[in-house]
């Protein structure tokens, strides 16, 4: 083969090359093109799908919004912080709660991202004879929340205090001097108030707020009731029973149902509000009963060695005693290491009867109560954790026997670092079972928080606040 026909052949075969590598490339690009479509259709696929879910009711809302609003956030920069105050003026001790929302990128729901707990004793109610004290206890609380919420947001962020059974139960004239005392503290915030910031809260409302936030907190509203939870809330002047209402026996009682809007729609609630039914008011009955304006009182339900303990009740200071003479005793055996001796203890029958009467003047069971899943806060939580039920740091769950065999227990000893937690635990027994009609298999959710959050009617005011979702 001449030379020059080699050489032609040659450079055909050299040019011909650029041309595979250039058609490969192409294909390389086209089969990006093809993965990148795809990908973009999965993703619009599964937000498609989520926002279908979340829209059906299939998985509790929050689920979907927080996924949702984290996209929103990531991709589009999109957060909209919005934040409350509520103040607690309880009968044992003042709380504040700095609530952190940021609004939902559908739908405009509420979704909550912390908050400042603070807690000061004693109580907005002992300072009935010297309102300018209380007040400044409310003002320590309210430099806190300052403290938690970014300043270029004090003007938007609205703050209230709602009093609660001890302001109830105090004459009109101190109540009413307590509550204008903290309005002028109110009114130097620089917070968001009006002129109805500070006010006595209604039972009723109270025991709503606390439902909506055990609910709230549990992801519970999906717009079915049966989803929901009851929430049985001990404090110290009053206690209130909550539930969504679904049976006859409860819509029937219509004073006591109420139509609350929640984030799953609106539905009948049921709820009571026992004033004298909490756990402080209740120790004060029974210490004080036949004896008249007597600061000296004598217990059957306070352990004999019991002499002159001091109960602080509503600005009045109590010297409590257990019997004195003819009480009961028990024998404890003695063993290689310990001698058996004699002790003094409380009847736990003759006490159960006293409370029994008490609280069958004040309360009749709620039909419904039983059949639903009961969680029980506040002062149920703290007795039960203190004679060691349940874990402090995660709380749990009892039978309403248990309150009952440790209340038995705690009875027949002798116990001074403890004087009245036989009386406590005997009256929580008493009032769940024959206040509320809870069998003593009935099971009890006990929390102090859920998912890091307290458990407060603070968070259901704090949303009303921000939502009005009902209508005060």
Known sequence: MPNAELRKRKNKQHNDRPNKVSTKKRKDKTVSGIHTSLLCLILSASIFTLFIILYTDQIPWLIGHRAIDTIAKRVLGYHKPVYAVVVDAGSTGSRVLAYTFHESYFGNHLMLDKELFEYLKPGLSSFAKEPKKGAATIETLLEKAKNEIPQEYWSKTPVVLRATAGLRMLPSEQSEKLLQTVKGVFKKSPFLTNDNAVEIMDGTDEGIFSWFTVNFLL?????????????????????????????????KQKDSIQMVGSPGGQMPV???????????????????????????????????????????YHGTEYFV???????????????????????????????????SDYVRSKASPPEELPLKTIFAFSYYFDRATEVGLIEETSGGNVLLRDFKNVAEKTCHEANVEQPFMCLDLTFIW????????????????????????????????????LRGEKKI
């Open 219 to 251: 992801e519970r509203f999906n717009g079915d009731p049966a989803n929901t939870v009851a929430a049985l809330d001990l404090g110290g002047g009053s206690t209130q029973v909550t539930f969504a209402a679904m049976t006859p026996a409860s819509l």
């Open 270 to 312: 049921y709820t009571n509000s026992f004033a004298g039914l909490g756990l402080m008011a209740a120790r004060h009955s029974v210490i004080t009963l036949n004896q008249g304006d007597a600061i000296n009182v004598t217990s059957e339900c306070v352990n004999p060695i019991i002499k002159n303990k001091k109960f602080l």
């Open 430 to 465: 008493v009032l769940l079972n024959e206040g509320f009609g809870l069998k003593e298999t009935s099971k009890i959710f006990l929390h102090k928080k859920i998912n890091g959050h307290e458990i407060s009617w603070a968070l259901g005011a704090a949303y009303d606040l």
């Open 321 to 355: 005693s257990g019997l004195q003479e003819n009480f009961p005793t028990s024998n404890v055996k003695g063993n290689s290491i310990k001698v058996g001796e004699t002790i003094p203890i409380v009847n736990f029958q003759d006490c159960s009867k006293i409370l």
